[in-house]
């Protein structure tokens, strides 16, 4: 049983990984047994789960802990490559059959979804911000109301973006859609990254979908 908060989880098919404080567990999710626990030389703050590999993601929140991603092997919880270089602790990181990805913000990285070529990443500094997943360029950012000074991001950033954090995204064709502590949910076009409308909700937005023509 974890004795810390737990920090992140990923799940496929009867398996759980668990991350809390410097240990990883996995878990039966038909029995709910602890099955293996693993230690790191760091505080983890997040894990993907693809096919036969699990990632964990962590930084020096004290001690002098090492920033870096870990790839596991999801049958044996033995770990093969860490890609170190991290300056700061990695927060969230996502991936598909070939690609890690775990990009850069201002603030922490709240959500990031995979779209074909492209990763799409939201977070509390209330940006969301489209990746070349091959180059690993940001090519475009939608609806930062705090602008930056890096020439890097010399596009024009909207004033019509969110207020609060944003905690999740969703995509589906030429849509993107993106939900806000600021309790509302707004639509961007993919191609442009222009804003298109604001959909109000009486709470926090804590996750949003796309269905067929619905917004969930």
Not at 47 to 75: C, D, M, P, R
Not at 93 to 118: L, P, Q, R, W, Y
Not at 142 to 156: Q, T, Y
Not at 178 to 201: F, P
Request: hydrophobic content about 30%; glycine content about 10%; overall charge negative.
């Amino acid at each position: 049983i974890n004795d810390k908060a737990v920090t992140s989880i990923a799940v496929q098919g009867d398996t759980i990984i668990s991350t809390s404080g410097i240990n990883i567990q996995k878990w039966n999710l038909q029995t709910g047994e602890c099955v293996n626990t693993k230690s790191i030389y760091g505080i983890i703050s997040c894990v993907a789960l693809q096919g036969n590999t699990f990632i964990t993601g962590s930084g020096g929140i004290a001690g002098g802990y090492t920033e870096s991603l870990k790839v596991w092997n999801l049958e044996t919880c033995e770990t093969t490559p860490t890609l170190a270089g991290y300056t700061s602790r990695v927060k969230y990181i996502a991936m598909d059959s070939k690609i890690i990805a775990s990009v850069n913000h201002s603030d922490t990285i709240t959500c990031m979804v995979f779209d074909g070529e492209n990763v799409i990443s939201g977070s509390s500094d209330q940006s969301i911000r489209i990746w070349n997943k091959n180059t690993g360029k940001c090519i475009n950012i939608l609806g930062s109301i705090s602008r930056e000074s890096d020439d890097m991001w010399s596009k024009e950033i909207e004033e019509t973006g969110h207020s609060g954090y944003i905690t999740s995204i969703a995509v589906s064709g030429n849509t993107i859609v993106s939900g806000s502590y600021d309790k509302t949910v707004k639509i961007w076009n993919r191609t442009t990254g222009k804003y298109e409308a604001t959909l109000e909700h009486s709470g926090l937005i804590r996750c949003v979908g796309i269905y067929e023509n619905d917004i969930v």
